[in-house]
């Protein structure tokens, strides 16, 4: 096709929680400052506070927001909303390329509404599996329903690009292009350097906790609930039972997240739960960290860029590059476990400092440019 011969090309970027939104966000500026394209957003709120707190930061502006988080919501009920009011923005749109990141319940459906009107998909960050379609759940099954829609599948790693070919995807249509999470770090650490105020909230904290040993602390998955999420609290508990030790814990908005966290954890010395933090606040807990513990997708990738020992507690990794690159480490949530690798991380310097260098396994820092190249010249 001659490519100067036609117009900009509609591309319609469609998110919902936060995750998604760091993600996309690098794709969205470098759209919209490409004369190529003509960039629309259509968010779907499945997350609403959390997804404003990403907006609001990278100046984002949708064209349409469906508003579908309901409290507590479903699976099904969310799909439902969601496929639905998706479809009727492509409808309107009538976009040259529809674009969905990662592996939420917004981005399956969006992949899914763009295929029954036969509009190409992109898949930003796509090929990551772990093998076990319970861990992550509903996750793993989300991302082999995109996989299998998606023309253009944007891998972040060479292992991501080789799980896709090993579905006999069409070599064709996989590209290494990196991790946009990278490209989000970069743009918010300069970004700090240039407004350190836009992480000032957390001065209080930092004043508090002077001289201690920092974890951080975040967790959300849906398979922990219950047993995995009162493991985690209570290996907590124990953790912070040493005086040199704080936890700062942002507790995520999901109710089954917030219920045990606070019956296990509030009033407890040394450890602050605290309201989700937006992404400059939660770029700076990251760097006065000494620890990671997560079960967050985008956690892991962000600590090993950081040099940030990461001990991740989940069963599974569909993002083998941090183990690999030695600074992420698998615990599971047994409660056990998860205390003594801290503790090791804590007492051993050697074995820390084995951990806490920096490597960049998940990309550069330009993957939002390699992506619209690939729009173009694949479209
Ligand atoms: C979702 C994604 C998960 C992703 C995670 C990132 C699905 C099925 N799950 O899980 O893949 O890793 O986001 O955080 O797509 N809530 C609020 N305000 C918010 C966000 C959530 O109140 O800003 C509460 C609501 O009660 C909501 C509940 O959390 O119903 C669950 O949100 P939902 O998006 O369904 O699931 P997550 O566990 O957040
Ligand atoms: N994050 C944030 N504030 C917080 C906790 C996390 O901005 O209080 C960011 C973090 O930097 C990462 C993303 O949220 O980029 C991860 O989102 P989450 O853990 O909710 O989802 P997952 O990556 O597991 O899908």
């Known amino acids: ?18 995750p998604e939104a760091i993600k996309l966000f690098p794709l969205v500026h470098a759209l919209e400052a490409d004369d ?19 907006l609001e930061i990278t100046a984002i502006t949708p064209h349409h927001d469906l508003d579908v988080m309901q409290p507590d919501q479903s699976l099904d ?4 909303r969601l496929v639905t009011g998706i479809g009727g923005v492509i409808d309107r749109e009538r976009p040259d390329w529809v674009v969905v990141q990662g592996d939420t319940a917004t981005a399956m ?3 899914l509404a763009a295929y029954y009107r036969k509009i190409p998909v992109a898949h930003v960050e796509a090929g990551l599996r772990s093998g076990n379609i319970h ?5 793993e099954v989300n991302r082999k329903i995109i996989g299998s829609i998606a023309a253009l599948h944007c891998a972040p790693t060479k292992t991501a690009r080789a799980a896709l070919l090993a579905e006999n995807v069409d070599p064709a249509a996989v590209h290494v292009t990196g991790n946009t999470v990278i490209d989000a770090l970069h743009w918010i650490t300069a970004k700090l350097e240039r407004q350190p105020d836009l992480a000032s909230g957390l001065a209080e904290l930092e004043q508090r906790f002077a001289g201690k040993r920092i974890i951080a602390v975040t967790s959300h998955r849906r398979e922990n609930f219950g047993e995995g999420m009162q493991a985690i609290a209570c290996a907590i508990r124990r953790l912070v039972a040493r005086p040199e030790v704080a936890v700062i814990f942002p507790v995520h908005l999901n109710p089954h997240v917030r219920a045990v966290m606070e019956s296990e954890l509030a009033g407890i010395d040394n450890v602050a739960l605290i309201e989700p933090l937006d992404y400059p606040h939660f770029a700076r807990l990251l760097a006065i960290a000494d620890l990671v513990l997560t079960d967050s997708g985008g956690v892991q990738e962000e600590a090993p860029a950081l040099g940030k020992p990461v001990l991740v507690m989940r069963e599974t990794t569909e993002r083998p590059e941090g183990v690999e690159a030695g600074t992420a480490k698998l ?4 409660a056990d476990r998860i205390v003594a690798e801290a503790g090791r991380l804590l007492d051993d310097r050697e074995a ?3 951990m806490a260098r920096a490597h960049n396994p998940f990309g550069d820092g ?3 440019q390699r992506i619209c190249d690939l729009l173009w010249t694949r479209g």
């Not at 009920?77 to 439902?80: M, V």
């Not at 615990?331 to 047994?334: A, C, F, L, R, S």
């Open 1 to 18: 096709m001659d490519h100067s011969m036609a117009g900009p090309r509609r591309i319609l970027t469609v998110f919902g929680t936060r």
């Open 36 to 54: 190529r394209f003509e960039a629309r957003v259509c968010v779907s709120a499945q997350h609403r506070g959390m997804l404003d707190q990403v």
């Open 77 to 80: 009920a969310l799909t439902a």
């Open 109 to 111: 459906t969006g992949a």
């Open 135 to 139: 861990h992550p759940w509903p996750e």
């Open 331 to 334: 615990v599971g949530t047994d």
């Open 352 to 354: 820390y400092q084995g």
């Open 366 to 368: 330009r993957s939002a």
